[in-house]
Every structure is written in C-alpha cells, then in structure tokens.
Antibody
Framework: QVQLVESGGSVVQPGRSLRLSCAAS????????MYWVRQAPGKGLEWVAVISFDGSNRHYPDSVKGRFTISRDNSKNTLYLQMDSLRPEDTAVYYC???????????????WGQGTLVSVSS | DIQMTQSPSTLSASVGDRVTIACRAS??????LAWYQQKPGSAPKLLIF???NLESGVPSRFSGAGYGTDFALTISSLQADDFATYYCQQYDDYWTFGQGTKVEIK
C-alpha cells in the first residue's frame, strides 16, 4: 500500500525559507514522477511543482518559479520542496502526490499524502 | 494557460439522487481529464482518469464522460459517503484544477 508522508510545515516570516519533505513507502519510488500541490485555506487546488522519476525534468507554474525548487533522493525514497522568499500568499496545506507515469507529464495524480501546513506571517 | 470551469459551485442533493457535475476546459484537452473527491481535512482522492476510466477501488456509481472541452462527472445514486467537494483537473498542458463543486445534503 502506497504511503506518502509530508513533513516540515511550520509558521515562517515573509522572506524566509522552508524545506518540505515527503517520505514514500509501499512503492518503487524511483519509477514515478512526483508532484507538489497546495491548497490555501478554504480555497481550491494549485499544482506547484513536478519532477520526473530520475530528477532530470522539473517544472513550476509562474506563481512559484524562481523561488521554489523540487528535488528527490531516490536512495532515501524522499521528495523535497525548497521554498525561498516566502510570501503570505504561499500560506497553504502542501501535498505531495505520485504520478501514474515515470515522466510525470500527461499524467494524473494517483496517490496523495495527508499534507503539511505552511503559514507565512510576520 | 488552460482554465477549467466547473458548474455548479454548490449542489444540494439527497441520498439516492442522481447528480451531475460539469467541467469545461478553455481549450481542447482531448481526454486528459481527471476527477478527484476531497472531504474536509483530508487529501484529494482520484476517482476518474482519462475522462471516463474508473480508478481501482472506486465504486461503480461514479462515472465520467466527455472529450475535448466538455466533461461531466455523474454519481448515479448519491450515498452518505459522497458528500464532499469534487475537482476536475486537466493534464494535457501541465496541470490545472477546476474551482471545485461542493455536494451538500439537501
């Protein structure tokens, strides 16, 4: 059974950095693309980052490009999201999700973690 | 960027009702369309992929249809466990979600 467990969320001041982690189990982690998705309080879902199975391809929406970096350590079955220059509008629950394909592209999100809350406030 | 528009935003229904949620893409996405269910305090759960394929373990009362720009999720007989928010998602050009449809008890 696939399990994705996020950690690292906390309260942080604007302009500071934070790194989220997502530990995967019950899946051959190095075979699948992975994503980060966020949900602001009371709002809908927003895709934040994608990384291919081997880390060779990564993409971001304009809202986080240049500030967020997705990475993975396949030896540790762990996905990361480095968030720099945080803004109040980055406040959200951050979910990691697994792709149904190796590249991550043209693919749905077939398993999700439970999420970790990031609050950006002074 | 591809925009996804769901209707209605809120749907009031009773157990046993047949309900349909619509989703429209701002451009042709072929069948690169998924539906997710989210309950309060929980992560989204994949229900339907490629517009009409039922994810393993999802009850058969859920079905999806459509191609191109217009799609629909139908619950044939609403159960108590189905009261939740539903999102459509395109995955033809990166990923975009609809704004969500809350299915509430009438």
């Amino acid at each position: 059974q696939v399990q994705l467990v996020e950690s690292g969320g906390s309260v942080v001041q604007p302009g500071r950095s934070l790194r989220l982690s997502c530990a995967a189990s019950g899946v051959t982690f190095n075979r699948y693309g992975m994503y980060w998705v966020r949900q602001a309080p009371g709002k809908g879902l927003e895709w934040v980052a994608v990384i291919s199975f081997d880390g060779s391809n990564r993409h971001y929406p304009d809202s986080v490009k240049g500030r967020f970096t997705i990475s993975r350590d396949n030896s540790k079955n762990t996905l990361y999201l480095q968030m720099d220059s945080l803004r109040p509008e980055d406040t959200a629950v951050y979910y990691c999700a697994k792709s149904s394909s190796s590249s991550g592209y043209h693919s749905r999100f077939d398993r999700w973690g439970q999420g970790t809350l990031v609050s950006v406030s002074s | 960027d591809i925009q996804m528009t769901q209707s209605p935003s809120t749907l009031s229904a009773s157990v046993g009702d047949r309900v349909t949620i619509a989703c429209r893409a701002s451009q042709n996405i072929a069948n690169y369309l998924a539906w997710y269910q989210q309950k309060p305090g929980s992560a989204p759960k994949l229900l339907i992929f490629e517009a009409s394929n039922l994810e393993s373990g999802v009850p058969s009362r859920f079905s999806g249809a459509g191609y191109g720009t217009d799609f629909a999720l139908t619950i044939s007989s609403l159960q108590a466990d189905d009261f939740a928010t539903y999102y459509c998602q395109q995955y033809d050009d990166y990923w975009t979600f609809g704004q969500g449809t809350k299915v509430e008890i009438k």
